[in-house]
């Protein structure tokens, strides 16, 4: 976690986090003979302040806020299948992440935030014809919600 300054002097916090789990395509899908492609979309889906006894050592100290944010990435992939009909199929896979941040000097308890997410890195691949292997990092940039 890293604390910044805002372009107006806004105080935002980021933070990078992974997301590598194995993904299994489901047993009424075909089996996969060729990764074809794949696209991932974030959704977040709690980001909240909450506030905490601790404060900082800054003279005068700082309340320290958390910032709580639950999220899915929604993976689709295509691929070719090992079935002589209906060569190409698809799966879908909703993934939860989910981190905890500190905040030093972050907004009240409550208080609307934004929370912007920037893909760094995504990388899946076969494994074998039923599993997946997936790699996604991605940066969590927290900002006080402009009125």
Known sequence: MLLLRGIAGTPEI???????????????KPPMERLLGY???YEIIKAEVIATPL???DNPPLPVRKVIIDGLAKISVKYVADVPDQQVHGAHFDEPFSTLLEWPGGPAPGSPICVDVLEEHVQIHMLDDRHL??????????????E
């Open 14 to 28: 980021f933070d990078e986090l992974a997301i590598n789990h194995n993904l299994t395509i489901p047993d009424n």
């Open 39 to 41: 696209k991932v979309e």
């Open 55 to 57: 404060v900082t050592d």
């Open 133 to 146: 292997s997936k790699i996604i990092v991605i940066q969590l940039n927290i900002s006080i919600k402009e």
